[in-house]
């Protein structure tokens, strides 16, 4: 997640959220404020 901590600080002014989308059950956010959500969540 570093090159997304890169990435919040380079775009700030621009930047709504950060989100990983992966395999997972769970959705979270994790303590440095990166949401995970599961890519079943996303779509039918």
């Given amino acids: 997640?570093?090159?997304l901590g890169w990435?919040?600080?380079k775009i700030a002014g621009d930047l709504i959220d950060v989100v990983v989308v992966?395999?997972?059950e769970h959705a979270y956010?994790?303590?440095d404020g990166v949401a995970a959500v599961p890519l079943?969540?996303?779509g039918p």
């Fill in 1 to 3: 997640m570093k090159h």
């Fill in 40 to 42: 079943a969540l996303l």
């Fill in 22 to 24: 992966y395999s997972g």
């Fill in 7 to 9: 990435l919040r600080n």
């Fill in 29 to 31: 956010r994790r303590r």
